[in-house]
């Protein structure tokens, strides 16, 4: 039996010595031996796809071939030599070639020169025929095909050739024609006695020649004509115009179906329900709810069948009557968008009705409702305004400016547009109204808080609650226990004045939990709390992601909160947003006591003397839309007056501070904002206003501060001397505390509200402003504005609350005023300062102290009364400044880890304020947190990364899908996509950097969020087409259609689109036999996800998805890539007047912090290597124009 392989020996010699004379590549190199244990020097020679190697240079036979056809070459890494022979292979570079074939050892090669070693693999991977072959048939079909359009081109020159022939030949008959009949005129001219009928003949010829001629040359040049203005942009610009009033009927169309469906389904039937015997509603709320819905219906009706009238009359398109017609309704418009924040106030209320409730889930279950809401419906008209505006914008840009209705068009959309402006500073409460309510209706017991209309939605998310037992203790042996992860998951809601804790149902409702309403201002939030005892501190896989807050309500047992992050990202969030809704109402409760003097000047008064906050300027203009602290938003300003808005004292909202810390990058610089902080900090009574200080300031010594002059009181100005002392010695001298006692009428007709609800009234700056008739007055607690140590100050509280009661006689209840007074008590207990405070209790809000009672005090000259005004806007100074910084530090890190002078600024600014004599304990623990928090390196967030799962793959063959389950490649499709989507920076999503010419430079992370897309959607599709047999290709589509849905339990929707669209592609789509074995089921599934994640309506279905979802979630990054250039496109940065557009900055905004809570909130997913590195492989993954070739080779077309 033959076992080797015969080969030509003198042929192979003679191919040896030629590789030798007129090689590729020659050289010395050194091979390693077949037992792998020692390197031999041999000259080697490549010759086309041959490797000889020659026991040296002189040599005249080789002494081996290698055949390198399908081989692979590559560098390869050098081996660890052992200590004897390390100098002397320091030098040497390594490469292999690697053979397909199965029983072939590699190749092992060695050389001195890392150049050398680069040239021989690159001579040695080129040296292949395939490449070649496959090359040259590409090159051969390419010229066949260019033969076939050369010999077409040669059969069209020959006939032109020919008809150019023709035409010549005609011409010279008609000259010679033309020719005879101008010389037979000229003889019957010369001989007027010839025969008249001959002549007329000839004449009658020559006139059928020129009409022919006339003719024909007016039907070619009426033929350039067209065909000129065909393209021509005039009539580019027409058929666009044409298209885009064609869209508009279709989604006027739709816009009408929408109010019929809210009219006859809703309206109509709820009108008749009013009339029965048992209403389940009143017809007056049936008309507070559907105010003006029906003319509406009727005035769009008209609308749709004007605008079906101008199509029917096309090309003919005239729509200026049309909004001649619609403009002077625009006043129901109006009265709808004022009712709409009622009418879903009062939709809430009946809801509280179980008949109404039950009568209008049965209308909403109609099929014609499609699942959506009476809400939903209600919503429909507050978009349809800004749809006429984009519409007109459309039409304007394609209508010529001589056009006959351009003037119309022009006035019909700077109606429309003012009328968007007052909508817009309405829609945006509605919003925040209907997310209240539809956390409300969520929860199963109804939260009425959640019914007041200036409750501010702030976050959501999901925490883990440590137990307490009844003694407050933590229960013994659960913190790290994964149990606790499972049954302490909560869902929490953060609005401006509670939070509120829930746990999530089997149906997806959800329940408060004990003590699940908390109300914000009795909480003390403690953001590294020190547990003493044994199992707190056990919990080492939850170390430093929980937070404390302690909740001491007025009129029941105090408790204890603990919640833990999932992130350190995630705590910094809560606990920042928690801090400020809590600084909020403490600062504005603070400031207003201060100033309520006996001249009973208050916060609100001081606010509406103040025309610079509600009327207009040049550097400032106004929205009508209020706050979250009743103070009208901000539309244009000066970088000047939004900085003063963000020091003002007096109030702070939420919304104003995070678009501002989003936003301030595109009009201003960080050092301009830290430089105004440090300001304000240094010089707190040039925060409020001069007409403010002088209602404050009443009077005339303290006037002086209005007017430049020096402060008399050394408390009006900071001076920093030495630091203060860091600890008292117990033979020291009494320390002194320093308490404020206020009380505050608040007007409620009889009955005693909360601070909250005297600085966020919801009527506005009307019932801000009344007069304060019959009330009741009730006492602030100020333990929650000042600290001293939380167990030495227990005894003197209780003291104080007896001596509060005896002390509120009935005379004093007659007082309209707070009076305000300063008590300094002695403290024998050296153990009770301040520092001895800092020392033992953990890190707290900057304004969130305890344990100083109100009390009532008289007869203090006005001198110490104004002093003590200036030291409570020194500490309300010092709060604003520190919280900003810990907002901006814990919610934009990247500021300060890409700028490192900033921070150093920061950190120095913070250690001066931390060295001032007269800063409070509290206040010196937050600067220190802050500097804590900017100069720690490991962020805590354990969180893996993209490059993390790149590494942890093993770099081999990867496992085929058939190998991976549904359920593990979708929750490894989750944990990719969620990793590449929350490492995206907020700052991406200014200026729409994706759409520009250098996106990969300006948005490098967006564009990898693109290219994941693409790829794993490319990746399911090369998928599919991979299957020859129609069976597996079913089988393969059916277990993707089932990974989509499991995606979508997981709140995946990146990967549902993912999927989706690759199921959508053409090659994919148009496999007719594959589709039609698909199951019924699967087919209904696949549109089931399709219509969820579908562009219609602007994701109308994907974005009623993601409110009703919790984190984590990921969503489709393009819908909001999509608002974002809608919102760039349609509005500047700037105005006419140089005014920064801070509405716009608004509404980024409000995406960006959506866009964010889901970046914040990870997956409980564990890696798997195998399934990810399938997902990640793109060795196997076809291109377009492949997978069209592969889907036309399985499933060939089809001849008509």
Same mark, same amino acid.
Request: charged letters at 25%.
């Given at each position: 039996m033959q076992k080797g392989i015969r080969l030509n020996d003198g042929h192979v010699t003679y191919l040896g010595l030629l590789a030798k004379k007129d090689g590729t590549r020659r050289g010395c190199l050194s091979k390693k031996s077949s037992d792998n244990t020692k390197w031999h020097t041999k000259w080697f020679a490549l010759l086309q796809n041959m490797l000889f190697y020659f026991e040296n240079e002189s040599s005249s036979r080789p002494s081996g071939l290698y055949l390198l056809e399908g081989c692979i070459c590559d560098r390869a890494p050098s081996p660890k030599p052992s200590q004897s022979a390390k100098e002397c292979l320091e030098k040497q570079y390594y490469f292999t070639v690697s053979f397909t074939h199965e029983n072939q050892k590699a190749l092992e090669l060695r050389t001195e020169d890392v150049k050398d070693c680069d040239e021989w693999v690159a001579a040695i991977s080129h040296a292949s025929y395939r490449n070649l072959a496959n090359e040259h048939e590409t090159l051969m079909q390419k010229y066949l095909h260019l033969l076939q359009i050369v010999e077409t081109e040669k059969t069209v020159a020959k006939q032109l050739r020919q008809q150019i022939e023709d035409g010549e030949i005609e011409i010279e008959r008609l000259k010679s024609e033309i020719a005879g009949l101008l010389k037979d005129n000229e003889k019957i001219s010369a001989s007027p006695a010839a025969a008249p009928s001959d002549d007329d003949s000839e004449i009658k010829k020559i006139k059928k020649v020129q009409s022919f001629l006339r003719g024909w040359i007016c039907r070619r040049k009426w033929k350039t004509i067209i065909q000129d203005?065909?393209?021509?942009?005039?009539?580019?610009?027409?058929?666009?115009?044409?298209?885009?009033?064609?869209?508009?009927?279709?989604?006027?169309?739709?816009?009408?179906?929408?109010?019929?469906?809210?009219?006859?389904?809703?309206?109509?039937?709820?009108?008749?329900?009013?009339?029965?015997?048992?209403?389940?509603?009143?017809?007056?709320?049936?008309?507070?709810?559907?105010?003006?819905?029906?003319?509406?219906?009727?005035?769009?009706?008209?609308?749709?069948?004007?605008?079906?009238?101008?199509?029917?009359?096309?090309?003919?398109?005239?729509?200026?009557?049309?909004?001649?017609?619609?403009?002077?309704?625009?006043?129901?418009?109006?009265?709808?968008?004022?009712?709409?924040?009622?009418?879903?106030?009062?939709?809430?209320?009946?809801?509280?009705?179980?008949?109404?409730?039950?009568?209008?889930?049965?209308?909403?279950?109609?099929?014609?409702?499609?699942?959506?809401?009476?809400?939903?419906?209600?919503?429909?008209?507050?978009?349809?305004?800004?749809?006429?505006?984009?519409?007109?914008?459309?039409?304007?840009?394609?209508?010529?400016?001589?056009?006959?209705?351009?003037?119309?068009?022009?006035?019909?959309?700077?109606?429309?547009?003012?009328?968007?402006?007052?909508?817009?500073?309405?829609?945006?409460?509605?919003?925040?109204?209907?997310?209240?309510?539809?956390?409300?209706?969520?929860?199963?017991?109804?939260?009425?808080?959640?019914?007041?209309?200036?409750?501010?939605?702030?976050?959501?998310?999901? $925490? +883990?609650?440590?137990?307490?037992?009844?003694? /407050? %203790?933590?229960?013994?042996?659960?913190? !790290?226990?994964? =149990? *606790?992860?499972?049954?302490?998951?909560?869902?929490?809601?953060?609005?401006?004045?509670? $939070? +509120?804790?829930?746990?999530?149902?089997?149906? /997806? %409702?959800?329940?408060?939990?004990?003590? !699940?309403?908390? =109300? *914000?201002?009795?909480?003390?939030?403690?953001?590294?709390?020190?547990?003493?005892?044994?199992?707190?501190?056990?919990?080492?896989?939850?170390?430093?992601?929980?937070?404390?807050?302690?909740?001491?309500?007025?009129?029941?047992?105090?408790?204890?909160?603990?919640?833990?992050?999932?992130?350190?990202?995630?705590?910094?969030?809560?606990?920042?947003?928690?801090?400020?809704?809590?600084?909020?109402?403490?600062?504005?409760?603070?400031?207003?006591?201060?100033?309520?003097?006996?001249?009973?000047?208050?916060?609100?008064?001081?606010?509406?003397?103040?025309?610079?906050?509600?009327?207009?300027?040049?550097?400032?203009?106004?929205?009508?839309?209020?706050?979250?602290?009743?103070?009208?938003?901000?539309?244009?300003?000066?970088?000047?007056?939004?900085?003063?808005?963000?020091?003002?004292?007096?109030?702070?909202?939420?919304?104003?501070?995070?678009?501002?810390?989003?936003?301030?990058?595109?009009?201003?610089?960080?050092?301009?904002?830290?430089?105004?902080?440090?300001?304000?900090?240094?010089?707190?009574?040039?925060?409020?206003?001069?007409?403010?200080?002088?209602?404050?300031?009443?009077?005339?010594q303290n006037s002086k501060l209005l007017y430049g002059e020096p402060p008399s009181s050394p408390r009006a100005s900071r001076k920093f001397s030495s630091p203060p002392p860091l600890a008292i010695a117990k033979n020291s001298s009494p320390n002194r505390r320093r308490k404020l006692s206020l009380n505050i009428p608040i007007i409620t007709g009889g009955k005693a509200l909360d601070l909250a609800a005297l600085s966020c009234s919801s009527n506005g700056y009307a019932s801000m402003y009344s007069s304060m008739s019959p009330f009741s007055k009730t006492t602030l607690d100020i333990n929650k504005l000042y600290v001293s140590s939380p167990i030495a100050s227990k005894i003197p509280d209780e003291g104080e609350d007896k001596k509060d009661k005896a002390e509120d006689t009935p005379a004093s209840k007659q007082g309209r005023s707070s009076n305000l007074s300063v008590r300094e008590e002695s403290d024998n207990d050296p153990n009770q300062s301040d520092d001895g405070d800092a020392e033992a209790s953990p890190t707290k809000s900057p304004t969130t102290p305890k344990n100083l009672k109100c009390k009532n005090s008289s007869g203090f000259p006005t001198d110490q009364r104004n002093g003590d005004k200036e030291f409570v806007i020194r500490r309300a100074a010092t709060n604003r400044v520190l919280n900003v910084l810990r907002h901006w530090v814990s919610k934009h890190s990247p500021d300060f880890e890409t700028n490192n002078e900033l921070k150093t600024k920061v950190i120095a600014f913070l250690e001066e304020v931390m060295h001032d004599p007269e800063l409070l304990t509290q206040e010196r623990k937050a600067a220190a947190n802050i500097i804590r928090t900017l100069t720690q390196e490991d962020h805590g967030d354990n969180q893996i990364t993209l490059e993390d799962v790149t590494q942890l793959m093993d770099g081999g063959k990867c496992e085929p899908f058939e190998s991976h389950s549904a359920l593990e490649i979708a929750e490894q499709l989750t944990l990719l996509d969620h990793v590449v989507f929350k490492v995206i920076p907020y700052e991406e999503f200014f200026g729409q950097g994706w759409m520009k010419n250098d996106k990969n430079e300006k948005t490098p992370y967006i564009m990898r969020t693109t290219k994941h897309f693409n790829d794993i959607s490319n990746l399911i599709a090369t998928e599919i087409l991979r299957c020859d047999d129609v069976v597996t290709r079913v089988s393969v589509i059916e277990k993707w259609v089932a990974v989509a849905d499991i995606c979508r339990c997981l709140h995946n929707y990146n990967a549902v689109l993912e999927i989706t669209s690759s199921l959508n592609r053409s090659s994919v789509f148009r496999l007719k036999k594959t589709w039609l074995k698909v199951s019924k089921q699967t087919k209904a599934l696949i549109d089931k996800l399709q219509k969820l994640v579908s562009s219609e309506g602007r994701f109308k279905n994907l974005r009623e998805a993601l409110k009703n979802c919790d984190p984590p979630c990921v969503p489709y990054l393009g819908m909001y890539l999509t608002d974002l250039a809608f919102i760039e496109e349609g509005t500047p940065n700037y105005t006419e007047d140089n005014l920064v557009n801070f509405s716009k900055m608004r509404m980024i905004s409000h995406i960006i912090r959506e866009i964010r809570q889901f970046q914040q909130t990870a997956y409980k997913i564990d890696l798997q290597p195998k399934v990810s590195q399938y997902l990640l492989d793109r060795s196997f993954v076809l291109d377009e124009e492949s997978m069209y070739e592969a889907s036309l080779r399985i499933e060939p077309k089809v001849p008509n």
């Open positions: 203005y065909i393209r021509s942009p005039h009539a580019e610009s027409m058929r666009k115009r044409n298209q885009v009033v064609f869209s508009m009927l279709d989604s006027e169309a739709e816009y009408v179906q929408q109010l019929h469906i809210l009219v006859n389904n809703f309206l109509r039937p709820l009108r008749m329900a009013a009339s029965s015997k048992k209403p389940p509603i009143t017809h007056d709320d049936v008309s507070s709810i559907f105010l003006n819905s029906e003319t509406i219906m009727f005035l769009h009706q008209i609308f749709y069948q004007g605008l079906k009238a101008r199509i029917a009359s096309w090309p003919t398109l005239v729509l200026a009557d049309l909004f001649d017609i619609l403009l002077p309704m625009l006043n129901i418009y109006q009265e709808f968008v004022r009712n709409h924040q009622y009418s879903l106030q009062i939709l809430a209320h009946c809801k509280q009705n179980r008949d109404f409730d039950k009568l209008l889930k049965q209308y909403e279950a109609k099929p014609d409702c499609e699942e959506r809401t009476l809400e939903t419906f209600l919503t429909y008209p507050m978009f349809q305004i800004p749809r006429y505006i984009l519409t007109l914008h459309e039409l304007l840009a394609h209508t010529p400016h001589e056009h006959i209705e351009r003037n119309s068009l022009d006035y019909a959309k700077s109606k429309l547009e003012e009328l968007s402006r007052i909508m817009h500073d309405e829609v945006s409460e509605t919003e925040n109204i209907r997310k209240n309510l539809a956390i409300e209706r969520m929860i199963v017991e109804g939260c009425e808080i959640l019914l007041d209309t200036s409750q501010t939605f702030v976050r959501q998310g999901s $925490l +883990i609650q440590v137990p307490m037992s009844e003694k /407050g %203790k933590i229960t013994r042996g659960r913190l !790290g226990s994964l =149990s *606790l992860k499972k049954e302490g998951e909560r869902q929490c809601f953060l609005f401006s004045k509670h $939070l +509120i804790i829930c746990t999530r149902g089997s149906g /997806g %409702k959800l329940h408060l939990t004990k003590n !699940g309403v908390v =109300s *914000l201002i009795d909480c003390t939030l403690m953001e590294d709390p020190e547990g003493t005892d044994d199992e707190y501190k056990s919990g080492q896989d939850m170390e430093h992601l929980d937070f404390k807050i302690v909740v001491e309500p007025k009129d029941s047992q105090s408790f204890t909160v603990i919640l833990v992050a999932s992130s350190r990202q995630e705590k910094s969030a809560w606990t920042s947003d928690i801090s400020q809704c809590i600084d909020n109402i403490r600062c504005n409760g603070l400031m207003m006591n201060a100033f309520e003097d006996n001249s009973k000047v208050t916060v609100p008064q001081m606010i509406k003397s103040d025309s610079s906050l509600y009327c207009d300027d040049v550097d400032i203009r106004f929205s009508k839309m209020m706050n979250s602290c009743k103070v009208l938003q901000i539309r244009y300003a000066s970088v000047e007056r939004l900085l003063e808005r963000l020091t003002d004292l007096r109030f702070l909202s939420i919304d104003f501070l995070n678009t501002f810390l989003h936003s301030y990058r595109v009009f201003t610089t960080a050092d301009v904002v830290l430089d105004k902080l440090i300001t304000i900090y240094k010089k707190p009574i040039s925060a409020i206003p001069a007409r403010s200080l002088e209602l404050f300031f009443a009077s005339s």
